[in-house]
C-alpha cells in the first residue's frame, strides 16, 4: 500500500536546472533515511544523494557542489535540486525510502518508478 510518487523530471539544456520531488504515501509509520540512485543506458545503478531522518547529507562525487537533497518529514516527500547540469547528468532517477508501514517495527526499502532526466548539449 505504501508508493513513492516522483515528479519534476523532464528534458533541460547544459547548464540548466531541474527539481525532483518524491512524496511517500499510504500507512507510514516511519521513514528513516531517503535517497536519489540514477541509471544511465548501459551503465549500473549508482547512488546520487542520500539524507537521514535528522537531515545528514550524503552525495556521489559527481555531483557535489551541484546537487542537493532536502526533505520535509512532515509531508514524507524528499526533494534533489539539480543545478548546473551535464549531458552525463541524463539518467533515470530513482527515489528510495527505508522505511516501516504501521503494520510492522521492521525498517524496509521501497522504490520510486523512476523519472527520466535528459539533458542536452
Not at 533515511?33 to 545503478?45: E, L
Request: glycine share 10%.
Amino acid at each position: 500500500q505504501v508508493q513513492l510518487v516522483e515528479s519534476g523530471g523532464g528534458l533541460v539544456q547544459a547548464g540548466g536546472s531541474l527539481r525532483l520531488s518524491c512524496a511517500a504515501s499510504g500507512s507510514i509509520g516511519s521513514i528513516n533515511t531517503m535517497g536519489w540512485y540514477r541509471q544511465a543506458p548501459g551503465k549500473q545503478r549508482e547512488l546520487v544523494a542520500t539524507i537521514t531522518r535528522l537531515g545528514t547529507t550524503s552525495y556521489a562525487d559527481s555531483v557535489k557542489g551541484r546537487f542537493t537533497i532536502s526533505r520535509d518529514s512532515a509531508k514524507n516527500t524528499v526533494y534533489l535540486q539539480m543545478n548546473s547540469l551535464k549531458p552525463e547528468d541524463t539518467a533515470v532517477y530513482y527515489c528510495n525510502a527505508d522505511l516501516r508501514t504501521m503494520a510492522t517495527f521492521k525498517y524496509y526499502d521501497y522504490w520510486g518508478q523512476g523519472t527520466q532526466v535528459t539533458v542536452s548539449s
